[in-house]
C-alpha cells in the first residue's frame, strides 16, 4: 500500500512558543521549518509514502518545502489544525480518491524512512489508525484506508480523543523517531539524542544545546 501523507504546518512565526526557554523569537521559526524540513524529507524518503501533501499559509515554508518535493496546499479554512488535515485530506482524496492516506506532524526531526514504513504497514490493516506521541497523551500520526475518512481530532488528549472516534491505537516498539516530536525545550534534547536529520542539527548547533 503506498500512501499520501499530509503534513499541516502553521505559521512559523508563530509556531514552537513553548520552545521560548530555549530559543527566542529569532530562531523559533528557523527551528520549526527545519523540524518540517527533515521531518517531510524523511517522509518523502520513506519506500511507503508516494507523496506529502503539505497544508500551509506560510509562504516561506511552502516554498522550502516545495523545493524537497512536497505538495504544498494552501490552508483555506484558516479554522486550525483539524480543518487545515481535513482539507488537506479532501484535496489529496480529489486527485486520488483511492489512496490511503495519513496525517502526520510536522514535528518529528528525527523521522526515520524504515520507522515511518514499519507503523505504516501495521495502519493498513484497519480502517482508521493512530499512533500516540511518546508522552502518551497527544497523537503524531492518523491513518484512513481508501474510502475512510480520516476524521483527526488533534489537540488535547488527542490519544484519548482518536481511540475514542474508532481509531485502532498501534502499539508498536522501536518507532520512537516517529513518537517523538518536539514542543519543549526537553523534546528537542530527546530527539537530538536519537540523531535529527541536518537542518535541524543546524539551527540547534546554534543555541549550543546539541552536546547537552
Same mark, same amino acid.
Given at each position: 500500500?503506498?500512501?499520501? =501523507?499530509?503534513?499541516?504546518?502553521?505559521?512559523l512565526?508563530? +509556531?514552537?512558543?513553548?520552545?521560548?526557554?530555549?530559543?527566542?523569537?529569532g530562531?523559533?521559526?528557523?527551528?520549526?521549518?527545519?523540524?518540517?524540513?527533515?521531518?517531510?524529507?524523511?517522509?518523502?524518503?520513506?519506500?511507503?509514502?508516494?507523496?506529502?501533501?503539505?497544508?500551509t499559509?506560510?509562504?516561506?515554508?511552502?516554498?522550502?518545502?516545495?523545493?524537497?518535493?512536497?505538495?504544498?496546499?494552501?490552508?483555506?479554512?484558516?479554522?486550525?489544525?483539524?480543518?487545515?488535515?481535513?482539507?488537506? +485530506?479532501?484535496?489529496?482524496?480529489?486527485?486520488?480518491?483511492?489512496?490511503?492516506?495519513?496525517?502526520?506532524?510536522?514535528?518529528?526531526?528525527?523521522?526515520?524512512?524504515?520507522e515511518?514504513?514499519?507503523?505504516?504497514a501495521?495502519?493498513?490493516?484497519?480502517?482508521? +489508525?493512530?499512533?500516540?506521541?511518546?508522552?502518551?497523551?497527544?497523537?503524531? =500520526?492518523l491513518?484512513?484506508?481508501?474510502?475512510?475518512?480520516?476524521?483527526p481530532?488533534?489537540?488535547?488528549?488527542?490519544?484519548?480523543?482518536?481511540?475514542?472516534?474508532?481509531?485502532?491505537?498501534?502499539?508498536?516498539?522501536?518507532?520512537?523517531?516517529?513518537?517523538?516530536?518536539?514542543d519543549?525545550?526537553?523534546? =528537542?534534547?530527546?530527539?537530538?539524542? =536519537?540523531?535529527v536529520?541536518?537542518?535541524?542539527?543546524?539551527?540547534? +548547533?546554534?543555541?549550543?544545546?546539541a552536546?547537552?
Amino acid at each position: 500500500m503506498q500512501w499520501t =501523507l499530509v503534513v499541516p504546518v502553521k505559521p512559523l512565526a508563530r +509556531a514552537k512558543s513553548r520552545l521560548s526557554d530555549t530559543a527566542d523569537g529569532g530562531v523559533r521559526p528557523d527551528l520549526a521549518l527545519a523540524f518540517a524540513q527533515d521531518t517531510v524529507g524523511a517522509a518523502l524518503a520513506c519506500p511507503a509514502v508516494t507523496d506529502v501533501a503539505v497544508v500551509t499559509d506560510d509562504a516561506r515554508a511552502g516554498r522550502e518545502l516545495a523545493a524537497l518535493g512536497a505538495r504544498v496546499v494552501p490552508d483555506e479554512p484558516g479554522g486550525g489544525l483539524n480543518a487545515a488535515l481535513a482539507h488537506g +485530506a479532501a484535496a489529496v482524496r480529489a486527485t486520488r480518491p483511492e489512496s490511503p492516506v495519513a496525517a502526520l506532524n510536522a514535528d518529528l526531526p528525527a523521522l526515520r524512512p524504515a520507522e515511518l514504513a514499519r507503523v505504516l504497514a501495521a495502519a493498513a490493516q484497519f480502517p482508521r +489508525a493512530f499512533l500516540s506521541d511518546a508522552a502518551g497523551i497527544g497523537t503524531t =500520526l492518523l491513518t484512513a484506508a481508501p474510502g475512510r475518512e480520516l476524521a483527526p481530532v488533534f489537540g488535547t488528549d488527542s490519544r484519548v480523543r482518536h481511540r475514542a472516534s474508532g481509531a485502532v491505537e498501534l502499539r508498536l516498539g522501536a518507532v520512537d523517531s516517529v513518537r517523538q516530536d518536539v514542543d519543549t525545550g526537553g523534546d =528537542l534534547r530527546i530527539a537530538l539524542a =536519537l540523531g535529527v536529520g541536518p537542518r535541524t542539527a543546524a539551527v540547534a +548547533a546554534r543555541l549550543l544545546i546539541a552536546g547537552q
